[in-house]
């Protein structure tokens, strides 16, 4: 690892494995300090399954018992399931995305909910969480926005965590981030050398200062973390950056061929910031085994990207009449 990456990963890695490594007094105190509003977003395609029990975790542990988190949205990212609902039962403010910002359309993927979730919700700081996890999770929230209430240097934190892998209902104790560690970690290593201290680059597990996230685009797919991670490094410099060891993440894992097109959008999103003189190509193909032999079909992994938010004067006019 180069020196600046070392030193960046000895000095702005924290742990808060468990909630007993949580001090949720001083996090309140240092939030009442600051004056500060946080939201807590979960985007969710079809995780009826999971997301009413993370949704009231946070609920309970983080709004009712300590009043750390003021707001939790579920962005409805186009579910077919009883997502929506089962998000609301469990005490969260559910949006669907393509109700978000209706004027300017909608479009699938994660990084779609993700940035219509900016005009969705009100805090200055704010903890975006996946909302297939599995396992108690509960400390995963104030872990996360620690950093950013505790020292105004921080302005964006990633999670990381050692990953399980289950297959086929086999569990393997590591094996998991199979993007991250066959795709992105090679990838930006090679090209941002000065980021591989950062453990979990993919990581669905963040917080931010809403000031940049405001200030930066939002991949629509499967790129926006990674777009994300070298658009806010470039904003406020790699010691704005930092990370918390959130001990173990488990969740619920797509198939091999799913992440090989969550690899196109990961490559396409790395390559558009990387600077080359060849054009990306972007379709994806793929290939099929069938009766007469290999079929090949094909995904689109083009980089489609939002602006950053505070380009939309509606974005603009939501914050001003709510300061
Ligand atoms: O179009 C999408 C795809 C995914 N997700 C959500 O983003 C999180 C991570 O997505 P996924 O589980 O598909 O990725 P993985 O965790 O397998 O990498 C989950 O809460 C999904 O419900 C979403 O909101 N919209
Ligand atoms: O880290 C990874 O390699 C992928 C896939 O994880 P698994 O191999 O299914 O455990 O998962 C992450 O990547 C996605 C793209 O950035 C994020 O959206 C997910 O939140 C994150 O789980």
Not at 52 to 74: H, S
Not at 145 to 168: A, E, F, I, M, N
Not at 200 to 213: D, H, T
Not at 246 to 258: K, M, P
Request: net charge negative.
């Amino acid at each position: 690892m180069r020196p600046d990456a070392r030193a960046w990963f000895e000095t702005r890695t924290t742990s808060a494995a468990s909630l007993t490594e949580v001090d949720a007094a001083a996090l309140l105190r240092a939030k009442r300090r600051g004056g500060h509003r946080i939201s807590v977003v979960l985007p969710a395609r079809d995780e009826e399954a999971t997301v009413g029990r993370l949704a009231a975790d946070i609920v309970d542990r983080w709004m009712r018992r300590v009043p750390l988190v003021d707001e939790l949205v579920v962005v409805d990212s186009d579910s077919t399931d009883a997502t929506a609902a089962a998000a609301r039962a469990a005490g969260a403010d559910v949006v669907a995305t393509a109700d978000v910002l209706p004027a300017h359309g909608t479009r699938p993927g994660k990084g779609e909910a993700l940035w219509k979730s900016l005009a969705a919700t009100t805090g200055d700081l704010i903890v975006f969480h996946d909302a297939d996890l599995l396992g108690d999770v509960a400390h995963y929230v104030p872990a996360l926005v620690g950093p950013l209430l505790t020292d105004p240097t921080v302005g964006y934190v990633k999670g990381c965590y050692t990953r399980p892998l289950s297959v086929d209902g086999v569990t393997s104790p590591a094996g998991g981030g199979r993007v991250t560690e066959l795709t992105a970690r090679p990838l930006l290593n090679a090209l941002w050398p000065e980021l591989a201290g950062v453990v979990q680059p993919l990581a669905g597990e963040y917080a931010g200062r809403r000031e940049f996230l405001e200030q930066v685009p939002f991949s629509s797919g499967y790129g926006v973390e990674v777009g994300l991670l070298l658009d806010l490094v470039e904003l406020i410099g790699l010691s704005g950056l930092a990370q918390v060891d959130l001990g173990v993440r488990r969740h619920t894992s797509q198939t091999q061929d799913a992440l090989s097109r969550m690899a196109g959008q990961v490559v396409s999103a790395v390559l558009a910031r990387a600077g080359h003189d060849r054009a990306v190509h972007g379709l994806l193909t793929q290939f099929r085994h069938g009766e007469d032999g290999f079929e090949p079909y094909s995904s689109p992994v083009a980089v489609d990207e939002r602006p950053p938010m505070t380009s939309l004067p509606e974005y603009r006019a939501l914050r001003a009449a709510f300061a």
